[in-house]
């Protein structure tokens, strides 16, 4: 597609159920990001890839998230044992790759949990 | 901790008036700025890059960049009320590829 593509647009768990989110980036893409949006905030940095190499986790909450990019282009963020802590948008953004790329957002998906 | 700083607004102009939306941020190796439009419930969406100081021009949006102020704005020229949204300010940390954000500044054009 033309765009960053990502699945489900919203999600509703109960505590304590695991999720998985799932993104597609632009063809071509090296680079994947995924950002974590409260309501009323900027998005707030999770993790990175490059290919199929996790470079950066840092901005993960805790070791409840995971996430992977086994082939080096769709994506999946799981977070296990949910909270309600977590309700938020969770974005996925891409880049060409390199250092200071534009990144493209894909429309996010709203979690909530209950 | 880096930081990006935002006036939340809201920033309010009449139709046709210029918007002038400001941004600081923290960390001196910054190297990227970009500035994001997001509308209510959407995705951000990328509107402007620059990456040295002065000014740069797309259509009716400037970006300034003042990397020893450590300051960086985004004009936009003959504001239209489909402008009122939320700007983001982003800034790449220690010159990698994470974007640190601003809260934003919510824009409103008033007819």
């Known amino acids: 597609g033309a765009g960053v593509s990502q699945s489900p647009r919203y999600k509703v768990a109960k505590r304590g159920q695991d999720v998985a989110l799932r993104c597609d980036p632009i063809?071509?893409?090296?680079?994947l990001f995924w950002y974590q949006q409260a309501l009323g905030q900027g998005p707030e940095f999770l993790t990175y890839?490059?290919?199929?190499?996790?470079?950066?986790k840092s901005g993960l909450p805790s070791d409840r998230f995971f996430a992977e990019r086994p082939e080096g282009s769709v994506s999946t963020l799981k977070i296990q044992r949910t909270q309600q802590e977590d309700s938020a948008v969770y974005l996925c953004?891409?880049?060409?790759?390199?250092?200071?790329?534009?990144?493209?957002f894909g429309d996010g998906t709203r979690l909530s949990i209950l | 901790q880096k930081e990006v700083e935002q006036n939340s607004g809201p920033l309010s102009v009449p139709e046709g008036a210029i918007a002038s939306l400001n941004c600081t941020y923290s960390?001196?190796?910054?190297?990227?700025f970009f500035w994001y439009r997001q509308y209510s419930g959407k995705s951000p969406e990328l509107i402007m890059s620059?990456?040295?100081?002065g000014d740069k021009e797309d259509g009716r949006f400037t970006a300034q960049l003042n990397k020893a102020s450590q300051y960086v704005s985004l004009l936009i020229r003959d504001s239209q009320p489909s402008d009122s949204a939320t700007y983001l300010c982003?800034?790449?940390?220690?010159?990698?590829?994470?974007?640190?954000f601003g809260a934003g500044t919510r824009l409103a054009v008033h007819p």
């Open positions: 953004a891409s880049s060409l790759g390199g250092n200071n790329q534009p990144q493209h």
């Open positions: 063809s071509g893409h090296v680079s």
């Open positions: 890839f490059q290919n199929e190499a996790q470079l950066d």
């Open positions: 960390d001196r190796v910054s190297q990227s």
């Open positions: 620059i990456y040295s100081n």
């Open positions: 982003a800034v790449n940390e220690g010159g990698y590829n994470k974007l640190i």
